[in-house]
């Protein structure tokens, strides 16, 4: 990890903006001894929680609270840190931070101390994005799943692929060293059978990653349709809530409505929009344009239809605007009120490129499936246990290791191309956690490897 570690004292509010019963001034670097001493008359002892009066230069009381000091390298930043627990008002926090800074301490920049934990090798990459993740998770499940992150428990899979990845290459590049011998090294050292072990274990932590990203970003559903096919009800029985207006009026609803709800602790962003028809209403034709823009960016679209009337010309037409990628699923609703449905009941139909639910958005019968169903076609499985928090490079890193280790086991008989594969692979997975880089592999070779023998 080649970075220069910082030589200056940093200072901020730890806690968030506005009123409270407790606020806490963080203060990490080489001047935290002599501000706390400042701050305190002295520095308290280490790790030992001090209820002590916090002053300004003249003697004044800012306020008393809890102050606790932890030196280096046994704290968050791996820097001394201060940490000053006063009363949460807005004021009172301004001037204590500005006390510390009077002392020779600067306003921290936005994740400046975490920067530091991971410079100081306190947390890695993966970690420290955690940090952000744990702060600002929006369920439960995904509250559990940014603490796993931060844990280390993510790191810890991929360090552990790492690490056999590294390796095979070692055994690999070996190999190249010995072109004259008549000794088939890749068939003796098991190559395809470690690469092979290598590919199951990361199709294992890619699928929890998968689903740890789908906790952090949720998904986008979009709900497409006619007017009057019950948009607005089945956005309502999503929410539990009313949200948005229903009546029997046809094009009631002139916008796009977003609401996020929850299934199972996955965030949805569901997307009610103005019924889609032909229109000389300036409103409405305003209303329809932002559905399209609003299915461009959707992961699932609900084509609602009325179950009387089945799927028409007009729905085909409104399928073939919806992009290819997107996933779809044909909601025949009001079943409760057609004559031809009056006997069926909570029904999902399923092909090979085609999903159909018959429901009742009114009524409520048949939202379970479809609940299921949201979370079945965006990936995700109902056992949440190990599941990391994920982000979106986390899994493009994941994707391109397993596009290249495929390519190394597909040319296993050539040792110079999977020793490559190899060493790309190698490269994308340490971006996770920003341990491993290129000039760290010599170092593995030598002291790992012994090539006389």
């Given at each position: ?84 627990q006063a009363h949460g008002g807005t004021a009172l926090m ?35 994005e955690a940090v952000a993740d744990v702060i600002n998770a ?284 190899l060493r790309i692979s190698q490269e994308a997975l340490s ?23």
């Amino acid at each position: 990890m080649a970075s220069t570690k910082p030589l200056d004292t940093i200072a901020a509010i730890a806690t968030a903006s506005g009123a409270g019963g407790i606020g806490v001034v963080r203060v990490s670097g080489p001047a935290a001894n002599s501000i706390a001493t400042g701050v305190l008359g002295h520095c308290p002892a280490a790790r030992y929680a001090a209820y002590l009066d916090f002053k300004q230069a003249n003697g004044d009381l800012i306020d008393r609270g809890i102050a606790i000091f932890y030196p280096n390298p046994h704290s968050y930043t791996g820097e001394d840190v201060l940490e000053l627990q006063a009363h949460g008002g807005t004021a009172l926090m301004q001037i204590l931070l500005a006390r510390c800074i009077e002392l020779g301490a600067r306003q921290a920049e936005p994740g400046e101390f975490t920067r530091r934990a991971y410079l100081n090798d306190k947390i890695d990459l993966a970690q420290a994005e955690a940090v952000a993740d744990v702060i600002n998770a929006a369920t439960a499940e995904a509250a559990k799943s940014a603490v796993r992150s931060l844990s280390g428990e993510f790191s810890q899979r991929i360090n552990t692929l790492l690490l056999k990845l590294i390796d095979l290459r070692m055994f690999v590049e070996a190999c190249l060293d010995f072109p004259e011998e008549e000794i088939d090294f890749i068939t003796q050292g098991r190559v395809a059978d470690k690469l092979a072990a290598i590919i199951v274990e990361l199709n294992s932590v890619f699928a929890k990653a998968k689903q740890g990203s789908l906790l952090r970003e949720g998904i986008n559903v979009v709900l497409v349709g006619q007017p009057n096919v019950g948009k607005s009800s089945l956005m309502n029985q999503l929410a539990g809530e009313e949200i948005a207006i229903v009546t029997s009026i046809a094009g009631t609803t002139r916008d796009t409505i977003k609401n996020a709800i929850q299934i199972n602790g996955v965030p949805l962003h569901v997307i009610d929009t103005a019924g889609l028809r032909e229109t000389d209403d300036e409103v409405e034709k305003f209303g329809i344009e932002r559905t399209w823009r609003a299915a461009q960016s959707a992961n699932i679209a609900l084509l609602l239809i009325d179950a009387a009337h089945g799927i028409t010309t007009t729905e085909e037409s409104i399928l073939a605007r919806l992009p290819r990628e997107i996933r779809k699923i044909w909601v025949h609703n009001k079943i409760d009120a057609s004559d031809q449905m009056a006997q069926v009941k909570e029904i999902v139909q399923e092909n090979e490129s085609t999903t159909h639910i018959y429901l009742s958005a009114k009524t409520g019968l048949g939202m379970d499936l479809l609940k299921i169903e949201l979370l079945k076609l965006a990936g995700y499985e109902n056992n949440s246990e190990g599941v990391f928090m994920a982000r979106a490079r986390h899994l493009d890193a994941l994707i391109q290791v397993q596009a290249h280790l495929q390519l190394a086991s597909e040319q296993i008989n050539s040792a110079e191309l999977v020793a490559e594969e190899l060493r790309i692979s190698q490269e994308a997975l340490s971006s996770i956690t920003g341990e491993f880089t290129p000039d760290d592999l010599l170092g593995e070779i030598f002291s790992k490897f012994c090539i006389g023998k």
